[in-house]
Every structure is written in structure tokens, then in C-alpha cells.
């Protein structure tokens, strides 16, 4: 879940994205009350609709819902990763969140938990570094569990451009990859680093 994370952390779900593996803009599709995963541009179902629930794909895998488990198929339909998880998210440099008894840790593209199921809330990874809930705060893990940036915020984004929005005592600021403040918490909401500018907003009523 990423839900708790600043909206900026996540992809939006439902938006189109262009897999790199296959060229075409990917959609999870729904058909007499059951999901797949249609190529619009091939016209035909990369993953048959017959599933409780299909997410958007990324590096080459699509998250699906079996039974009331999560698990991931490949852009043939072929099952890759047994449902087995209460909640799973998209790979991101190789790893992907996934949730069991209300936890979240990280397994990799052949199934194995790398990163046990430790955390109340996690994002994806990007630039190296996961967001993470532990104790009821947010902090940074890299792909090997490791803490690298304390779990002291009330809220944080995913990093881009070296930098990620974090929250602390209402207002927020920037930190880089190593934790060091870059820019001071002065604002009222702020967003992803893009191309060097990232939206902000110092009034508190807004």
C-alpha cells in the first residue's frame, strides 16, 4: 500500500503506460465482471479475463488476483509468481511490494522475499531507495533492507533528480539520497522533482 505515501510517490492507477518489453500501451480490462490485461494496439488480450483483479504491468510483469491472493504473470499470461500475497505493487529496479498479514516487505522477479515483511506502508523503489513505514513513521530503505535515511517523517516521496518530498511537523522540505536537508520545510504540500522543478506550496490554508 501506498496510500499514506504523498500522492507524487506512485504511478496513478489506470493511467496507460508504454511496457518497454513490449512496445504497446497496456491496459487492465474488465469483462463480464472478471480482469485482464488488453493490448489495445494488437487488439487482444495479453492476459485472459478471468481474474478477480489485474494491475498495471511493469518490467515485463503484471500483478493478478487469484482467489483472493496476489501473485504475477508475465506479458504471456503465463503465471511467474504463485498468488500468495494479500496486496501486491509493480516491480521497480527489479523488486516489487508485496503485503501478508497486514506487513510489507519486497520479493524479487523470481518470487523470493529479499526484504522480510517488516513495514506498515511502503512505495517503490526509485533511485535506490524505498519509502517506508516503521512504528508509525517514514523513512528510506535501499534494496537490500537496509535503513539509509532514519524513520522520522510523518509522509515522504519517492526520489527523483536525487531529492524526495518529506514531511515533518506539517510543513514540508527536501532531503537527498543520503538524508542531508537540501531545501528546509517551509511548504505546505510539495511533489516530485521533474526535470529539475518540482510543484510546492507555502500556504497552509490551500
Known amino acids: 500500500s501506498t496510500s499514506l505515501i504523498l500522492a507524487a510517490a506512485s504511478p496513478v492507477l489506470g493511467q ?19 480482469w ?3 493490448d489495445f494496439t494488437e ?13 498495471i504491468p511493469s518490467e515485463g510483469l503484471v500483478a493478478v488476483k487469484v482467489m483472493g491472493k496476489y501473485g504475477y504473470f508475465n506479458l504471456m499470461g503465463q503465471e511467474v509468481i504463485k498468488p500468495a500475497f494479500e496486496s501486491a505493487g509493480r516491480f521497480s529496479q527489479g523488486l516489487a511490494s508485496v503485503g501478508k498479514e497486514h506487513k510489507y516487505g ?18 517503490d523503489f526509485h533511485e535506490g531507495r524505498a519509502a517506508a513505514k516503521l512504528r508509525g513513521k517514514y523513512g528510506f530503505i535501499n534494496p537490500k533492507g537496509e535503513s539509509v535515511i532514519d524513520f522520522v517523517y ?11 518530498a518529506v514531511k ?3 510543513r514540508y522540505g527536501y ?11 517551509k511548504f505546505a504540500n510539495a511533489g516530485t522533482f521533474i526535470a529539475g522543478l518540482a510543484p510546492a506550496n507555502t500556504n497552509i490554508g490551500d
Open 16 to 34: 496507460s503506460l508504454l511496457e518497454p518489453q513490449s512496445g504497446h500501451p497496456l491496459f487492465p480490462k474488465q469483462e463480464v465482471g472478471k
Open 36 to 38: 485482464g490485461l488488453f
Open 43 to 55: 487488439a487482444m488480450w495479453r492476459v485472459q479475463p478471468k481474474y478477480e483483479a489485474v494491475g
Open 106 to 123: 519486497f520479493i524479487d522477479k523470481k518470487g523470493k522475499l529479499v526484504i522480510e515483511f517488516l513495514y506498515e506502508d511502503v512505495g
Open 154 to 164: 510523518d509522509a515522504v516521496g519517492k526520489f527523483s533528480g536525487g531529492l524526495a
Open 168 to 170: 515533518k511537523e506539517e
Open 175 to 185: 532531503i537527498a539520497a543520503n538524508g542531508n536537508t537540501v531545501i528546509k520545510a
